[in-house]
């Protein structure tokens, strides 16, 4: 990757985007996928299949790896490369229309290529059309779908495609990747062990781990910066800290715990457990509390069983027996 000139637009540009890879050599880790690309790259396009499906999560390089297929490897101009955000297509209509069109020769080259961004929200129906696209595709077109969530495809549209399953970045992988641009951008201005600390907060997503070094790198000293790190967990961890804090409130109330569960309950159970852990171990290391005890030992132990029906249960054990243990204790509400 070499050193992006940053012109006046390019210094506004959010640095995530400003350095998204636009070739396989800059993709960091996922290196089974990038040796699996690279052989479809030496084939003869009229023998690349016609449909790909990009799987894995959030932030690790599926849009990034899809726009490479398709502009790269499928040598598909601008002009004919649609890129769909399903989320905001979600019905049907979106694919009757890519069925009415896709019959149209490409404007310039050989393929006309389809994105479809979050395709697990289309809708039944519109999946069920998509099949059909799938099945009967002209032969200079060619979809890429991309998701988070591939159970919520229909098992024969996963069937169809060729499949990549794009993993989180190791640490040593994000670290790799900041270091790189932390030298192309800020010519190294900050500390490995900074960029160690992002890594770990970045939870394996190359986007986060570009935000947050943007954010620190606004910043002057190092100190600053970490706190600026670790305020990041915190800030996406909201509806964790309001749990929290919902908690350790001295009146604790069923009623407001039981609000922010709701709020949680499709968010990954060792995440929670994770960031409840770190709240209250904070708490712990500030001063002398009983509450704060009791809950790190209930939150201890995975909830590898249980999942969430586990920290359900956990939360009403801290709001029964809170109040026994705040008659011991004298707790003010931490932060
Ligand atoms: N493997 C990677 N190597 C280098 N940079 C990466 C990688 N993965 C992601 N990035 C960086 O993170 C940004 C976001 O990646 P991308 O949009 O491809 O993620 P995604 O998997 O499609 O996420 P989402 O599921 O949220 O759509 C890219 O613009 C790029 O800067
Ligand atoms: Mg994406």
């Not at 002009?79 to 229309?97: H, K, M, N, P, Y």
Request: with cysteine.
């Amino acid at each position: 990757m070499g050193r992006k000139k940053a012109n006046r637009g390019e210094s506004l540009m959010t640095l995530y985007l400003k350095y998204r890879p636009t070739c396989l050599e800059d993709i960091v880790g996922n290196c089974s996928t990038v040796e699996a690309l690279k052989s479809l790259s030496r084939m003869p396009l009229e023998s690349l299949p016609h449909s790909y499906l990009f799987s894995g999560p959030t932030g690790c390089g599926k849009t990034t790896l899809a726009r490479i297929l398709a502009k790269n490897i499928l040598q598909c101009s601008d002009f004919d490369f649609q890129e769909l955000d399903v989320a905001d297509f979600r019905g049907i209509e979106t694919i009757r229309d890519i069925r009415r069109t896709m019959t149209l020769k490409p404007l310039k080259g050989k393929t006309r290529v389809w994105l479809l961004d979050e395709c697990h929200k289309l809708t039944n129906d519109a999946q069920n059309a998509m099949l059909k696209a799938l099945e009967d595709t002209p032969s200079h077109v060619y979809f890429i779908l991309s998701t988070t969530e591939p159970n919520k495809l229909i098992p024969t549209i996963v069937n169809r495609c060729l499949r990549f399953q794009v993993h989180k970045l190791s640490r040593r992988e994000m670290i790799k990747l900041l270091k790189r641009i932390a030298k192309l951008e800020y010519n190294s201005k900050i500390e490995i062990h900074l960029l160690s600390e992002i890594a770990s907060t970045s939870e394996g997503s190359a986007r986060k781990a570009l935000t947050t070094l943007e954010k620190v790198m606004a910043l002057n000293d190092p100190e600053s910066m970490l706190k600026a790190i670790r305020e990041e967990q915190f800030n996406e961890n909201k509806s964790v800290i309001d749990l929290c804090r919902a908690l350790y409130h001295p009146q604790a109330n069923w009623e407001n715990v039981r609000k922010v569960l709701l709020d949680l309950e499709n968010e990954d159970h060792e995440k929670i457990r994770k960031a409840v852990l770190g709240y209250f171990a904070n708490v712990l290391m500030s001063k002398h509390d009983m509450l704060a005890h009791l809950i790190i030992q209930l939150f201890k132990e995975p909830f590898y069983d249980s999942g969430f029906p586990g920290i359900v249960s956990a939360c009403f054990e801290v709001f029964a027996q809170s109040k026994e243990v705040m008659k011991h204790d004298n707790s003010d509400v931490p932060y």
